[in-house]
């Protein structure tokens, strides 16, 4: 056993000596694989400059070059191999038992790497999705071998508006933490909008407002989805994942402050914030116009003396 791995590295090492020796086709590989890297870097820059000059969505701009990087790295890697395969076979086969070893000895690299295969086959999630991981949420920006990015959605604020931060996250994360996706079944999700008025209130007619506001939303939420029968049909049945129905839904509780008034209604994911704050400013302002709907909460009295 001792003489046949003797035997093998014997071998390995003897062809490695016999290509260096050979100076010509050595310099020859060395001069094809610059010409090759020279071509890659031309065409990375001139498919950057030509999709620059006709696309201005910044969206499709990082999904293109994101496909289009990958794309072009690859197949320089895949010419630089087949460059130097014949010549240094087994200088590659030491490298790549090497760079094994090193991968497996490297905390967490295999378990990135899964977490990726898993991401892009499975489809936990794309680019430009909404979720979110280990109690942040953000929008997927891309998606690496080791790691993917997200832009921050809320954080210090109460809306889930960008913070214009961006935050990487190993793909391992996926393994050990559950992933909230907005958008992979159905792009709606529910919101919901809620008051605290005191006992004395007229509770039923403050919660009559809401539900009108709210209604009149829902019937232009009706008018942009539902416009075409079939896309009415598409949408109803991804609704069935919420019971089925997709109608604002009134909710009561009792607090020992007042009463709490709620309404749920279905929005796009990506439209929660602005439809909220719409609703509010109407909502509010019907409240204003009625004397008997106070809202509860608590008050600062500021007294002067004459």
């Known amino acids: ?51 620059l ?47 094994l070893v090193i991968g497996l000895s490297v905390k967490g690299l295999i378990s990135n790497i899964a977490g990726w295969f898993l991401i892009v086959n499975k489809h936990h999630f794309r680019v430009y999705d909404r979720i979110e991981v280990d109690g942040i949420k953000g929008e997927v920006l891309s998606v690496a071998p080791l790691y993917f990015t997200m832009m921050e959605l809320g954080n210090w604020f ?27 079944l159905s792009p709606f999700v529910w919101k919901e909008i809620s008051y605290l008025v005191t006992f ?35 949408i109803e049945r991804q609704f069935q994942l919420f019971d089925g129905d997709p109608t604002p839904q009134r909710v009561i509780d009792v607090q020992t402050q007042g009463i709490q008034l709620k309404v749920r209604y279905p929005v796009y994911y990506t439209k929660g914030t602005k439809i909220a704050t719409q609703l509010h400013e109407k909502i509010l302002t019907a409240f204003a116009a009625e004397s008997d709907i106070e809202m509860a909460g608590n008050r600062l009295y500021i007294s002067s003396e004459d």
């Open 1 to 51: 056993m001792e003489n046949e791995i003797s035997s093998f590295f014997d071998g390995v090492f003897g062809e490695i000596l016999d290509n260096i020796r050979d100076p010509s086709e050595f310099t020859g590989k060395l001069g094809l694989t610059l010409a090759v890297i020279v071509v890659w870097f031309l065409c990375e820059r001139l498919i950057s400059r030509l999709v």
């Open 53 to 99: 000059e006709r696309v201005t969505d910044i969206k499709v701009l990082n999904l293109f070059f994101s496909a289009s990087r990958f794309l072009l790295r690859l197949l320089l890697a895949v010419g630089v191999a087949w460059i130097w395969l014949n010549a240094l076979d087994a200088l590659l086969i030491l490298l790549l038992a090497v760079t």
């Open 158 to 184: 109460a809306a889930e508006a960008p913070t214009g931060r961006t935050i990487k996250f190993p793909n391992s994360i996926i393994l050990s933490k559950e992933v909230k996706n907005y958008n992979e």
């Open 200 to 234: 004395g209130s007229d509770w039923q007619k403050a919660h009559s407002i809401m539900m009108q506001v709210v209604n009149e939303y829902y019937h232009e939420f009706r008018k942009i989805y539902f416009a075409d029968p079939a896309q009415q049909e598409r």
